[in-house]
């Protein structure tokens, strides 16, 4: 499986930006697709989770109610909408995915395949 993240940009604080993450290879509905972040001198963090079935949806509590994760079977793509953008949500966002049980999903060291990574920057 390989994943290519894409979206990152600048925006001023207040604004919305829109992630996507490419996939290829077979991904069964059990696989958590999972965004996590990564700001400097800080360790990666969980934001959202998506179970590729569509049927269960995790937000880290940071990030509720600012944004949205949904998934395309027919583009094979899971997207991030992240809105009210903050200077502390600059961070680089990588996409991951594994199957996984849902009791880790906020565990990035449990995910087997990760993309390149997104630099998203917020200017207060």
């Known amino acids: 499986v390989q994943l290519q993240a894409s979206g990152g940009g600048l925006v001023q604080a207040g604004g919305s930006l829109r992630l996507s993450c490419g996939t290829s290879?077979?991904?069964?509905?059990?696989?958590?697709m999972g965004w996590f972040r990564q700001a400097p001198g800080k360790e990666r963090e969980f934001v959202a989770v998506?179970?590729?079935?569509?049927?269960?949806?995790d937000y880290a509590d940071s990030m509720k109610g600012r944004c949205t994760i949904s998934r395309d079977r027919a583009t094979n793509t899971v997207s991030l909408q992240m809105n009210s953008l903050k200077p502390e949500d600059t961070a680089v966002y990588y996409c991951?995915?594994?199957?996984?049980?849902?009791?880790?999903?906020?565990?990035?060291?449990?995910?087997?395949?990760w993309g390149q990574g997104t630099l998203v920057t917020v200017s207060s």
């Open positions: 991951a995915a594994s199957p996984l049980i849902w009791g880790a999903r906020t565990r990035s060291d449990q995910y087997r395949h």
């Open positions: 290879g077979q991904i069964a509905s059990n696989w958590l």
């Open positions: 998506i179970r590729w079935s569509g049927s269960h949806i």
